[in-house]
């Protein structure tokens, strides 16, 4: 089973950058595809971006197209997501899970799809 730990998250400005990382322990994460999501209080999660298991293929949500970029280290058994430019509408909890294949949806963005998610980390963007 493998465990997932949110960190990078914290207080920044509009127009700054922040980069997220998601650390996994008790197994590799080489094999799997991974997702970022987000939380805001009041709403579902919802998709952010996904990896695949080698980094070649990337896919993002259109709210974080061209300011967010998805990347992995799998000698660091880590995926990283570097916020740049956010906005005060980025501001929620943001997770990071495994895809674990289309056993429950065949949609890459479903959050239906990912397991082993992590605790979250809180990102807030001041205006």
């Known amino acids: 089973q493998v465990q997932l730990a949110e960190s990078g998250g914290g207080l920044v400005q509009a127009g700054g950058s922040l980069r997220l990382s998601c650390a996994a322990s008790?197994?590799?994460?080489?094999?799997?595809?991974m997702g970022w999501f987000r939380q805001a209080p009041g709403q579902e999660r919802e998709f952010v971006a996904r990896?695949?298991?080698?980094?070649?293929?990337?896919d993002y949500a259109d709210a974080v197209k061209g300011r967010f970029t998805v990347s992995r280290d799998n000698a660091r058994n880590t995926v990283y997501l570097h916020m740049n430019s956010p906005e005060p509408e980025d501001t929620a909890l943001y997770y990071c899970?495994?895809?674990?294949?289309?056993?429950?949806?065949?949609?890459?963005?479903?959050?239906?799809?990912?397991?082993?998610w992590g605790q979250g980390t809180q990102v807030t963007v001041s205006s």
């Open positions: 990896i695949s298991r080698d980094g070649g293929t990337t």
């Open positions: 899970a495994v895809d674990t294949g289309p056993y429950f949806s065949s949609d890459p963005r479903s959050a239906r799809r990912y397991d082993y």
């Open positions: 008790r197994r590799t994460i080489s094999t799997y595809a």
